[in-house]
């Protein structure tokens, strides 16, 4: 039959001042799916994953969460209705512990859901197990691979049932890269949605269901991981020939 998707963004125009960073651009996440957007500097990634999560206001289109209309709600409310943002420049509290960032993460929810928040932190330390072995540790000392799964792991203590990823690639070794892609896949055993925007394709595509092109604002292409892969435009953009 037909299922709800977890998030899906139709015909969103959006940019800053006369500058317009997405024309129109539709995409859909179903429940458990990860989804890549991928594409060269400056397409839009950030802008899309932003304007989604109400950071910055669309001037067309529509969001959904789960086929209710959200267009225009709040980040907060957002946040309430599962929907996360982990941004690019990892926004942690560097003088804070990795628990004391984790528990911010879950700030909200300590007055109404005490024990659910208890069972996520658990969650949290056992799909990133470094994070329980540095719970004591200040952010500002993790390696840059570390911050990025607390990043993450913060995200997830908001009890985020789709979960909006910006490069969390960015700046790390191909290793831990990879490390921490795989833990994105074990997300889907979750019951969580993800949509990560990425120019390192080639390691995305090999833990995604689907993804799409998106350059110069414009969604270009779209397929299963393997079509992707398959695709000359994408190894052009990977290869960074556009
Ligand atoms: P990158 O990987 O470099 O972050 P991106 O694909 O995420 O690139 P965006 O950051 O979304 O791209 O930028 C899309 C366009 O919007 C670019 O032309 C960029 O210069 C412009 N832009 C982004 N942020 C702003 C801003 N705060 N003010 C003005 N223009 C902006």
Redo the contacts with the bound molecule.
Sequence with gaps: GDTLCALEAQDIEAG??G?V?LHGVSLHVGAREIVTVI?P????????LRAISGLVPLRRGRVSLDGSDVTGQSTEALVRRGLVHVP?RRQLFADLTVEENLRLGAYTRYRHEPEAVERDFERVLELFPILRERRRQRAGTLSGGEQQMLAIGRGLMSSARVLLLD?PSLGLAPLITRQIFDTIAQLRGQGIAVLL?E?NARQALRVVDRGYVLINGRIVLSGTAEELMASRLVQQVYLGAL
């Design positions: 800053y001042g500058i960073a594409g500097n400056g397409a839009g990634k950030t802008t899309l690019e490069e925007v120019q």
